[in-house]
């Protein structure tokens, strides 16, 4: 359910012109109206926290590792329909930082 609501979160507010500074309760709440259990919507916000820590903190050494990486994510034509840059952009962000391998 996690991934759930983070792909709604996506959907909502980064793949949409949707306002991005949004307090956390009136976020928890539209998570709550949108059918989403308070305990997943907790495990998806922390997760957020701490992938915004991530990017903040030096990333260099994720970086370095990606560039030594010996295999690049090849998408194929219907991943490509559905996945814009923006979106395959973040993906490659988040094998970088080795929150997906």
Not at 4 to 20: G, N, P, Q, R, V
Not at 65 to 86: F, G, N, V, W
């Amino acid at each position: 359910m996690m991934m759930d609501i983070l792909m709604y979160l996506f959907e909502t507010y980064i793949h949409s012109d949707a306002e991005l500074q949004v307090e956390q309760d009136e976020l928890e709440e539209e998570l709550l109206r949108a059918g989403f259990q308070q305990k997943d919507i907790y495990k998806a916000l922390v997760w957020l926290e701490e992938l915004a820590a991530l990017q903040q903190s030096d990333t260099s050494s994720a970086i370095s590792a990606c560039i030594a990486s010996s295999s690049t994510r090849i998408y194929t034509a219907k991943e490509m329909q559905r996945l814009d840059l923006e979106c395959r952009g973040f993906l490659l962000f988040l094998e970088q930082i080795n929150v997906l391998t």
